[in-house]
């Protein structure tokens, strides 16, 4: 590692430790990024499997970018999010840094064309992830493209289980699933049974009952 690196990853040890109260050093930056996702298990999973492959790769340089990347995600803070990952370009490609970009371009900018490549860059990096499938069924909802919508919110429901917001995921997938039977294909019958359904799984759904009690009048 050059003079220059380790003066820049200094740096970022300094601000870790001045903003954060952490010290981040060669014997644990990789505990560090894994405790700061706790209680994340399926993101922690993927992370240990992420830090095993690209080993000799990853350096301190990289623990101090990717803790304050998560860092900066977590504060809804765009600009540092931005600064990060396109530091973060030189290591290896990680999903979560796709994702969290394709949030922000979705829900900060409203730019849905960037929001659905870097979503559908995730699912490269991320196959199972239901997160990603979810937003760009959103997405191709919003473009119109009804049936690649569809099929989105069925791999979110199918892929739930590999999500740490699992039970969350699978009933809003399954509630706009629902809405696409009484939007598009009038099949209020299916629409109605998913619902239900959903129901079983948590009485106190709101937008299902609305849902449900909507349909129900208008029949």
């Not at 080993?55 to 990289?62: R, V």
């Not at 429901?157 to 039977?181: G, R």
């Amino acid at each position: 590692m050059s003079n220059s690196i380790k003066y820049t990853t200094k740096n970022y040890q300094k601000t870790i430790l001045e903003k954060y109260q952490t010290a981040i050093i060669e014997e644990n930056y990789k505990e560090r990024i894994l405790k700061e996702i706790d209680g994340k298990k399926c993101l922690q999973n993927y992370f240990k499997d992420y830090m095993k492959k690209n080993n000799e790769a990853l350096d301190l340089e990289w623990g101090c970018l990717m803790y304050l990347f998560i860092k900066s995600a977590e504060k809804k803070d765009v600009t540092g999010v931005e600064e990060f990952y396109k530091k973060l370009k030189s290591y290896p490609e990680n999903y979560f840094e796709e994702y969290i970009l394709g949030d922000i371009n979705l829900m900060y900018y409203g730019n849905i064309f960037e929001s659905k490549d870097k979503f559908t860059k995730a699912l490269e990096l991320k196959p199972n992830d239901s997160n990603s499938y979810y937003d760009l069924g959103f997405i191709y909802n919003l473009l119109g493209v009804f049936d690649k919508s569809l099929e989105c919110f069925n791999k979110a429901v199918y892929y739930s289980e590999n999500a740490d917001d699992a039970k969350e995921i699978k009933l809003k997938s399954l509630h706009n699933i629902a809405v696409y039977y009484i939007t598009v294909d009038n099949d209020y019958e299916r629409a109605e049974e998913i619902l239900n359904n959903i129901l079983e799984e948590d009485p106190d759904y709101d937008r299902a009952m609305a849902t449900l009690r909507t349909l129900k009048e208008e029949e």
